[in-house]
C-alpha cells in the first residue's frame, strides 16, 4: 500500500514562498503523474501542478511563473517551490499520485492522496 506524506505548509505573508514535499512510500514503478491539488473553503478541489516520471508538467494558470514542481521517481518525492504568494493561494493542498500497475496481464492505475497540509497566505 502507497502512502504520501506531506510536508513544508504553514503560513506566509503576501508575496513569500513555501516549498512543498511530498515523498511515497511503497513500492512505486512511475508518476503518471504525481502533484499537488489544493481547496480553498467553499471551493472544488482543484489541480495546482502535477509532473510525470518523463519530466511533463502542467500548472493551474493562476500558478504559472510562480510556482515549479519538480519530482524524483528514484526517491518517489515531488516538490512544489511557490514563490510569490497571494493570498488567494490560502488552502489546504493536497499530495496525489496516480501510478500504473501491471495485472494480470493489463496495465491499471492506482490513485492517492495526502492528507493535506495548510498554506495560509495573510499579513
Known amino acids: 500500500q502507497v502512502q504520501l506524506v506531506e510536508s513544508g505548509g504553514g503560513l506566509v505573508q503576501p508575496g513569500g514562498s513555501l516549498r512543498l514535499s511530498c515523498a511515497a512510500s511503497g513500492s512505486i514503478f512511475r508518476f503518471n503523474p504525481m502533484g499537488w491539488y489544493r481547496q480553498a473553503p467553499g471551493k472544488e478541489r482543484e489541480l495546482v501542478a502535477t509532473?510525470?516520471?518523463?519530466?511533463?508538467?502542467n500548472y493551474v494558470d493562476s500558478a504559472k511563473g510562480r510556482f515549479t514542481i519538480s519530482g524524483d521517481n528514484a526517491k518517489n518525492t515531488v516538490n512544489l517551490q511557490m514563490n510569490s504568494l497571494k493570498p488567494e493561494d490560502t488552502a489546504v493542498y493536497y499530495c496525489?499520485?496516480?501510478?500504473?500497475?501491471?495485472?494480470?496481464?493489463?496495465?491499471?492505475?492506482?490513485?492517492?492522496w495526502g492528507q493535506g497540509t495548510q498554506v495560509i497566505v495573510s499579513s
Open positions: 509532473v510525470t516520471s518523463d519530466g511533463k508538467t
Open positions: 496525489y499520485l496516480r501510478t500504473p500497475r501491471f495485472v494480470g496481464g493489463i496495465w491499471k492505475f492506482d490513485e492517492y
